[in-house]
């Protein structure tokens, strides 16, 4: 039988490859990771490495970013059917009728979205820098659609006494959470501090001690004199945290928080698509010029 971590090491060496990986993949995939993070600092990697392969073990949208942020590279996702659910709750036609009805409007696009609905955006954004990047536009005085997560933009709303245009759109995984479920666990663990992503309900995020992206979670609980936390999003994130932190303790805020397409790649599938250098992502290419504008414009902004 094959030591698929093993031959995944060979097969990065002789191809010059890299491996990146989000941190909502199962525990084995992060430990082949030659990089581990969220979709920001991905993204970042991505537009900055001299490697001549990208293996993006995430959905199908990281694998498209990554790509329109290194043309160049040869960009592969183990598992092609990998997808997002929230990226899915916009398209490029019901994105261009708004632009027609709203000229004035600037696009701010969660980078949870395929490369035509990039195509269409002025800016993108992530969990990490949404909020610097909806007050640079709103100190211009600009008008703002923010798609597809509207929990993440009502949360913006709310901390900056604003209203703008969402979109009408949510993470089935964390917008599953309510604060029934934040009151239950903080009933059994009462010393524990919430930690919620912000495409959580506004009601979730209000019951929280920390609000952040998968990374700033992270770095939010290293630096944390608590010994305990009630964990608000996807469970992946979990096996970072333990071994950031063998000392604290961790409980899910909800048993059902794994997201089934992010579970779905194995060593296998990263084994066989660097063998074989199959399911390459491709992006037509006035599409990513256009897509990359928008990632640029966000990255020059964070």
């Known amino acids: 039988m094959l030591n698929y971590v093993e ?9 010059n ?13 992060q430990e082949i990771a030659d990089y581990l993070g969220d979709s920001y600092k991905l993204s970042v990697i991505a537009s900055e490495t001299d490697a001549d392969i990208i293996v993006f073990c995430g959905v199908h949208f990281m694998a498209e970013t990554a790509k329109i942020l290194s043309p160049d590279k040869k ?36 980078v949870n979205s395929t490369a035509n609905v990039k195509a269409l955006s002025d800016c993108c954004v992530t969990s990490s820098n949404a909020l610097k990047i909806i007050d640079h536009y709103l100190a211009a005085g600009q008008k703002i659609l923010y798609c597809p997560d509207r929990n993440l933009a009502k949360y913006a709303m709310k901390l900056r006494n604003v209203k703008f245009d969402c979109w009408d759109g ?20 009462q010393d524990a501090l919430v930690v919620v992503h912000p495409e959580a309900r506004l009601e979730v995020l209000e019951c929280a001690d920390y609000v952040g992206s998968t990374a700033g979670i992270i770095d939010f609980v290293k630096k944390s004199d608590a010994k305990s936390f009630i964990v608000g999003t996807e469970e992946g994130i979990l096996h970072k945290l333990r071994k950031d932190n063998p000392n604290k303790e961790f409980y899910l805020l909800d048993e ?5 397409d992010m579970k ?3 060593l296998k599938d990263v084994y066989e698509v660097l063998k074989n250098e199959s399911n390459e992502v491709t992006v037509e290419e006035n599409i990513r010029k256009k897509a990359f504008d928008a990632l640029d414009t966000m990255l020059k902004l964070s």
Do not use: F, R, W
């Open 264 to 266: 779905l790649t194995t």
């Open 170 to 189: 949510d993470c089935c995984i964390h917008d599953s959470l309510t604060s029934h479920m934040v009151a239950k666990m903080k009933n059994k663990h």
């Open 256 to 260: 059902g928080l794994s997201c089934y």
């Open 17 to 29: 490859a890299i491996i990146l990986a989000h941190y909502y993949q199962n525990k084995e995939i």
């Open 7 to 15: 031959e995944i090491k060979k097969l990065k060496k002789e191809k």
């Open 75 to 110: 960009v592969l996702i183990p598992v092609m059917e990998a997808g997002c659910s929230m990226a899915n709750m916009i398209n490029e036609v019901s994105l261009s009728q708004y632009k027609e009805k709203n000229p004035d409007t600037k696009i701010l696009c969660y």
